[in-house]
């Protein structure tokens, strides 16, 4: 899964039957600090809650038409959640840590 974040909506002319109920979004893709990474691109939003501002999770491929109902419509990707949160840890803060079985 991937981070982006809400920068706009999109309205296309024509859909497939599949996905006319389904709004697409403009994102911006971010990496592993919250840093914009790459070109905007959009997504097909199937959870119908992201907005404007929002920190999204996001998949591609096979993952995106899997994600829409119904399953299998022409989606490159789709945003299939909502951060409420994002820590990064530097790997000196984790070296000392002991994981538990």
Do not use: K
């Amino acid at each position: 899964m991937l981070l982006g974040r809400v920068i706009g909506t999109v309205v296309p002319a024509t859909q497939v039957d599949g996905l006319s109920a389904t709004p697409f979004l403009w994102i911006q893709p971010l990496d592993r600090g919250g840093r914009p990474e790459g070109e905007p691109l959009v997504c097909a939003d199937p959870t119908r809650m992201a907005g404007p501002g929002q920190i999204i999770y996001w998949v591609a491929s096979r993952e995106a038409a899997l994600a829409c109902d119904p399953w299998f419509v022409p989606v490159d990707d789709a945003i299939v959640g909502l951060v409420d949160e994002v820590r990064n840890y530097a790997p000196e803060e984790l070296a000392g840590e002991e994981l538990e079985t």
